[in-house]
Nanobody, 118 residues
Framework: QVQLVESGGGLVQAGGSLRLSCQAS????????MAWYRQAPGKQREQVAS???????TYGDSVKGRFTISRDNAKNSVYLQMNSLKPEDTAVYYC????????????WGQGTQVTVSS
């Protein structure tokens, strides 16, 4: 069982920045692929960014060059630095863990709201 707890969401003006954090339980965090997803009202949940156990990252096209995912295995944490935020980034952001490395999410966090005002 893995528990994921997100923090760092909030209200920010367009062009601003936020840093999301996800604290994971469990002793095998360093072996897990991690990702951030988001879901806006009326839209499907989409993957924003992912990071492998070795630190290889991928990004959705809409956030490339603006968002950065990182991890600190010593702290069992993964982060999402979000810069140049746009109103269309408004969504609930979820931390996700892939324990088996098959690109399927095994555990979800409870989500944190990010609202970007214009």
């Amino acid at each position: 069982q893995v528990q994921l707890v997100e923090s760092g969401g909030g209200l920010v003006q367009a062009g601003g920045s936020l840093r999301l954090s996800c604290q994971a339980s469990g002793s095998h965090f360093r072996l897990n692929a991690m990702a951030w997803y988001r879901q806006a009202p009326g839209k499907q949940r989409e993957q924003v960014a992912s990071i492998t156990p070795r630190g290889t990252t991928t990004y959705g096209d809409s956030v490339k060059g603006r968002f950065t995912i990182s991890r600190d295995n010593a702290k069992n944490s993964v982060y999402l630095q979000m810069n140049s935020l746009k109103p269309e980034d408004t969504a609930v952001y979820y931390c996700a863990a892939d324990l088996s490395g098959d690109a399927n999410v095994d555990y979800w966090g409870q989500g944190t709201q990010v609202t970007v005002s214009s």
